[in-house]
């Protein structure tokens, strides 16, 4: 009887503890969920500020240029230089200005150019297309003299892009593709916005005068995105909604062994595109928000019910009858 009293208290034992255990993890893990979700959300929140200084300064150049007649390489090189890039747009590589010429010009377009202080001006990569999409000005120039002179109509997709924008008078971005003008391997985007003049008469439409491009490679885009970016979390960034069948933007996550346990992922739009977004733990995450506490609880239930039943066995032997001879 006592033998199967002391079972029934060691399972009870036993179990009580497997309890404390298993809610301690429990809590533990959706604190360490819940902190890492509002980590992620600022990451998500500062890439889409960042999204919107580019938009912003692109609209701002666009506004410009559709305010005057006439705006030189200089006016342009100083209006960019105003932006101040490197403090205010963190990514950005170069703001320039495309323009339409037809092919029958090119040799005209090309004069004009070069009168206007831009020597250096040639073009590069030309298409067969009836009508161009030429690089006319770019700053800051000397970064970037390998864009000068680029027909976009060399490639589908930008050119695509560009005609959605100009269509659409919204701005649009291209997929995920190596730069002329990156000295990087990481794919580089760009995002284009059309001019519109604003000085036609209440009757006139308005006249498409071209478009304001601003590009960027990606690892940039994401550099020093927030504080947490590295300590606390990687960035994995695809062009379209399925991680599986996305094109590659960005993969900051590095080898198996410096990942964490925690995953938040979201679904941004992005001027005509879709990027998934996805943010893994670090190690060095999961180490902080980890706790020692589970496994006190465990070992410390394990200790006691061991004390108890070896306590009951010791009550439960029959006391010997001490003989005197």
């Known amino acids: 009887m006592s033998s199967r009293i002391e079972i029934i208290l060691a399972l009870i034992c036993v179990i009580l503890t497997a309890g404390l255990y298993s809610v301690n993890v429990n809590h533990q893990k959706?604190?360490?969920t819940g902190e890492f979700r509002r980590l992620t959300e600022d990451g998500v929140h500062a890439l889409r500020k960042r999204m919107l200084s580019y938009l912003q300064s692109i609209k701002g150049t666009a506004a410009f240029l559709a305010a005057s007649d006439h705006v030189s390489v200089g006016?342009?090189?100083?209006?960019?230089?105003m932006l101040d890039i490197p403090e205010q747009l963190p990514g950005i590589g170069g703001i320039g200005m495309i323009v339409e010429v037809p092919d029958a010009e090119l040799d005209q377009f090309a004069e004009h150019v070069h009168s206007q202080g831009q020597p250096e001006f040639e073009f590069r990569?030309?298409?067969d297309a009836g009508t161009h999409y030429i690089i006319k000005l770019i700053s800051?120039?000397?970064?970037n003299v390998q864009a000068l002179g680029l027909d976009i109509t060399f490639a589908a997709e930008p050119t695509e892009a560009l005609e959605m924008a100009r269509d659409t008078n919204t701005a649009r971005m291209t997929p995920p593709r190596q730069l002329v003008q990156a000295g990087s391997s990481s794919p580089g985007l760009v995002l284009y916005?059309?001019?519109y003049s604003n000085?036609?008469?209440?009757n006139k439409p308005r006249q498409f005068l071209g478009w304001i491009q601003a590009s960027f490679v990606a690892e940039d885009l994401v550099a020093g995105l927030t504080s947490g970016l590295g300590d606390s979390y990687q960035i994995h960034i695809v062009d379209g909604a399925s991680f599986a069948d996305g094109r590659l933007v960005f993969d900051g996550r590095g080898d198996e062994a410096t990942r964490g346990k925690y995953v938040s992922a979201y679904e941004l739009d992005f001027f005509g595109r879709t990027w998934g977004v996805a943010f893994n733990s670090t190690a060095q995450f999961d180490i902080a928000l980890g706790s020692?506490?589970?496994?006190?609880?465990?070992?410390a239930g394990l200790a006691i019910s061991a004390f108890l039943i070896l306590s009951l066995i010791h009550i439960s032997e029959p006391t010997r009858p001490l003989y005197i001879s």
């Open 30 to 32: 959706e604190v360490a």
């Open 75 to 81: 006016d342009f090189e100083s209006y960019i230089d």
């Open 125 to 127: 990569r030309l298409s």
């Open 140 to 143: 800051p120039k000397q970064a």
């Open 193 to 195: 916005q059309p001019i």
């Open 199 to 202: 000085h036609d008469g209440p």
């Open 292 to 299: 020692r506490q589970p496994l006190a609880i465990l070992i």
